[in-house]
């Protein structure tokens, strides 16, 4: 996961942008064209997240950000290519995750909870979250190489739950990648069910019920 | 959810027509008109689960069957009443599943983890539940208005649950609520991702693998 999850973040030019958007002056040419490009991703994220893939088109794009479709399509020949923007830009968010977590030095458990928390709070809050989810599930509608959906996460928890069974915190005996796995399937069902029955308003409490169950059954 | 389920159980027609398929002789034009609908209507199933509900066309469901458009609109107004019929139809399968559950009289518990057990092995082999399931994901798409999923699956494990509480086998202080929400979310979550991931071929080891995480942690 480490390898695809580097290179994904080292690639997003829309991260880099939001970095350097804070700097004062007048930015050179090049900071200027990578922050229209980051615009023209969320605009293109917020009306996906609402509308899907179908019913989104580059005018609808353009005509958000205030632009030409030829200015939209200089940065992206096509809705696709929007698409797939809008996708890798969601999956170069979790090394980022990951980073903050690790960051806090909890063990290896309280890692995958606090990442998985923090996912759930993103589902919530996070329009390229929100557009990426609807865009995998619409995937069979959508011409391009969208990267595949839910590996990455169980490999990221598979390693974690390893290290975890290593630390003695969770029950020994215990497969770490069927726990991922099932982690991931609590995850992701709860996130879409909330989605579907209540736009995610409710999230925060259904997850905190999968992951009591779930972590529940872990735990020694 | 008992009232509902009924209701749909008794207004099904096509399942009506497979009861009294197997009969001999000349079969009255009502049986024929009766198995012709439940003709078309599996028809429509096995080109939604397979393309979709918007690459699939009321003249493809009527090429399979090799019958008229006009004849499929006989039976079926529009598309979106073939789409709907089919999540009806997918939804009038459950009562029949719990029924035939309750004769094998096991307690609460082991009731709910059969009823999923099956519901796991119908997601696999049957082209109404595969469909249906497709269906529910792209009802932003579908100009109907399609029964809400997740509810009465909700509905129903929180009553065996409660009945488990009452007989001592799950753990004292449970909230048969919050955890069949995490039951359904467990494997909707899974059976989505075993479609996506290997077309539902690993769906019975992914189910196992969920359920004894989650049953796990209920039981006393």
Redesign the interface.
């Known amino acids: 996961m480490t390898d695809r999850l580097a290179v994904s973040q080292a690639g997003d030019s829309a991260f880099a942008a939001r970095q350097f958007g804070g700097r004062r002056g007048p930015a050179p040419k090049q900071d200027r064209a990578a922050r229209t490009k980051s615009l023209v991703l969320t605009a293109a994220a917020e009306l996906f997240a609402a509308r899907?893939f179908?019913h989104t088109s580059v005018k609808d794009v353009a005509d958000r950000v205030e632009m030409t479709k030829g200015a939209v399509y200089f940065h992206y020949p096509t809705k696709e290519a929007l698409a797939l923007a809008v996708v890798e830009h969601l999956y170069a968010k979790w090394p980022t995750l990951l980073e903050e977590t690790r960051a806090r030095k909890l063990s290896p458990l309280d890692t995958a909870a606090e990442m998985l928390d923090r996912a759930a709070l993103a589902f919530r809050d996070d329009v390229v979250v929100q557009a990426g989810a609807r865009l995998q599930?619409e995937?069979?509608?959508i011409d391009a190489e969208l990267p595949?959906?839910?590996?990455d996460w169980t490999e990221l928890l598979t390693g974690l739950l390893s290290a975890a069974l290593d630390e003695g915190q969770i029950k020994a005996g215990t497969?770490p990648a069927?726990?991922a796995?099932?982690l991931?399937?609590?995850?992701?069902?709860?996130q879409?069910?909330s989605d579907?029955?209540e736009q995610r308003a409710d999230i925060v409490e259904?997850w905190a019920?999968?992951r009591d169950?779930?972590f529940?059954?872990?735990r020694t």
Chains 1, 2 share one sequence.
Do not use: K, S, T
Request: positive net charge.
């Open positions: 899907g179908r599930l995937r069979p509608h595949p959906p839910y590996v497969d069927a726990a796995r099932a991931v399937a609590g995850f992701f069902g709860m879409h069910i579907v029955l259904r019920e999968v169950f779930l529940g059954a872990l």
